[in-house]
């Protein structure tokens, strides 16, 4: 689950990791008022769940009332894209105002887990600013990645060694001992999937800041974060999206025109792949999920049906608990309920029920093509380009 | 990494009275596998389907049932410390089915298990099943399954059995299949299933089921490359399609950086000696070519 930078940093202020004064404002009034209240010029950014957000614009230092206006005006209420963001827009109703910082040395931190060791990671680097992507491809020897022992979380030694790769002076050691300590406090207690600041800054006066503020939470662990789970901001989700994870199922919209419904993930992406070597893009991403019935299956429907842009349905289904003929009885409820022409549909079903599934789709007054395997729907599919 | 998964294996399952707990326990018992007791923790003394024992722990289940292994259903907020109660039981094999399980518990769960000895397997997986032996700990469709020589390896179940169904209708035949689960942490990896099918006698060749995201992929290509393998390997990475930054259900199969697309995965496995399978379609095709 995502949240906003300013929402990020209100919990480092919990956590005693300094941020730059700022507060959020919602329109053009508020965040005029804000900027007033502040002797200084301010920057102005908004507050969308998306990357790239300075690139696009959305981030601006202001010298007068005349130019927060111009950009409140420019922003508030309307759709915001950057490179990050593939076609999607993001509403921007929330803008921060924030004090603006002079900035000695910016440098990167993160916590995130990683699969490969097994373990939560700190990861540094002294190119603050930067996509660190970028910095991981062009100047890999930029980046320091320690793994954190769960038993003793990160050590002194450590610490030190980061604040070293940071080119930080041994006078700051003690202030960055205290922020990763915090940083992983956090990310422990409120079961966050990543922290990232980019850029840390040191001012010149000599104190370090989180300029920026991403995190991420585990959906997995939502079930006792009651305080996080009040943090999530709908606006900046798909609403089909939210209305089928509600439902256990994971639905991603994309851009294509075979929209499918597939169980389980792994065999949902090479059903994406058997898509697109066809010649073709795949509408979105869905797997139905564990514990589907007649109703879970008829919602899976009507969510692909609810993309335009769906010109075929491609149905991919190994039965298991869920009975190939109760999944069946499914779609055709949401067919029936569809108030406009249906699409034509192609149908793999495999494992329990089957052959029952297959019996009471064809004889339905709809059009299905059946596949018994994965070439055959390629082969189907190559015939509708 | 030790695992025994054949006929003489004694499995209990812990969430037994749950619906998918019971409905797979009897399929598993269907396939043949031994299925010794069940934990459910406020019901031990019951039968379930009037034949196996219910315990209360599952260090009552071992002690009476010489259990193991065991294979867990229990629900996401309680798995962690179910697989923890297995782990202090003794019991050798802990293959956790439930998804969900929070990522910050699996940290710590791994290391538990690791300095324990403990094979874990999961959790968001599959299972495990050995078709010669007629044993199946988890919730694969036992049918599409028959006896061979290929070792199967994937994060995921469905495709896994695409996999498995493509390889039988062809008359390839699977030594072991593991799914080892979709989650940034689980308990055996990649490597950890490679070493054991490269020193398995039963195995003569292996298919290899990867995904975007993560660096497992390559980790996996840069330890076949420091071993001494001549079994050939079959490849597949499913998820070139997917879109940068999107969680692709699994919670590890998300397109972050470089090393976590496709097209990275394939060029290491590659490396490394695999024959890439081009699509999904053509898992059992590509098997046939490498085995001949």
Known sequence: MKIHEYQAKELFKDYDINIPEGYVGENKDEILKIYKSFDDDVVLKVQVHAGGRGKAGGVRLVKSEQEVIEFAEKFFGKGFQTIQTENEEFIVNKILVEKVSDINSESYIALLVDGSNQSLNIIASPEGGMDIEEVASKSPENILTLPINVITGPTDFQIRKINNFLRYEQTYYGELRKIIRNLYELYLSKDCSLIEINPLIQNKSGEILALDAKITFDEDALFRQNLIKELRDLSQENPVEIETAKLGIKYIQLQGSVGCIVNGAGLAMATMDVINVSGLKPANFLDIGGGADENKVSEAMLAVLSDQNVEVVLINLFGGILRCDVAARGFLSALDKYNKKAPELIIRMLGTNSDKGKEILSASKYNISFADNLNEISKILITKR | ?292
């Not at chain 2, 229990?74 to 293959?95: R, Y």
């Not at chain 2, 497992?216 to 070139?240: R, Y």
Request: aromatic share 4%; with cysteine.
């Open chain 2, 1 to 292: 990494m030790t695992l025994k998964i054949d006929r003489n294996t004694k499995v209990i399952v812990q969430g037994i009275t749950g619906k998918e707990g019971g409905f797979h326990a009897l399929k598993c018992q269907e396939y043949g596998t031994q299925i010794v007791g069940g934990v459910t923790p406020g019901k031990g003394g019951q039968l379930f389907n009037n034949s196996i024992p219910v315990f209360d722990s599952v260090i009552e289940a071992k002690d009476t049932t010489d259990a193991d292994t065991s294979l867990i259903f229990v629900p996401a907020p309680f798995a962690p410390d179910a697989i923890l109660e297995s782990i202090d039981s003794g019991i050798e094999t802990v293959i956790c089915i439930t998804e969900g399980v929070p990522v910050n518990e699996m940290i710590k769960i791994h290391k538990v298990a690791k300095d324990q000895g403990v094979t874990l397997i999961g959790p968001n997986c599959p299972g495990v099943i050995n078709p010669k032996e007629e044993c199946k700990i988890g919730i694969m469709p036992g049918d599409i399954f028959m006896p061979g020589n290929v070792g199967v390896v994937s994060r995921s179940g469905t495709l896994t059995y695409e996999a498995v169904d493509q390889l039988s209708k062809r008359g390839i035949g699977q030594s072991l299949c593991i799914g080892i689960g979709g989650d940034p942490i689980v308990g055996t990896s990649f490597i950890d299933v490679l070493d054991y099918f490269i020193s398995d006698d039963l195995t003569q060749s292996i298919v290899f089921i990867g995904e975007i995201g993560g660096i497992k992929e390559q980790e996996a290509a840069e330890f076949l490359k420091s071993v001494n393998n001549t079994k050939p390997i079959a490849a597949l990475i499913v998820g070139a399609s997917a879109p940068k930054g999107k969680r692709m259900g699994h919670a590890g199969a998300v397109i972050s950086g470089e090393y976590g697309k496709a097209e990275s995965k394939i060029n290491s496995l590659k490396d490394a000696g695999c024959h890439i399978i081009p699509h999904p379609g053509k898992i059992a095709e590509t098997v046939e070519k490498i085995i001949n």
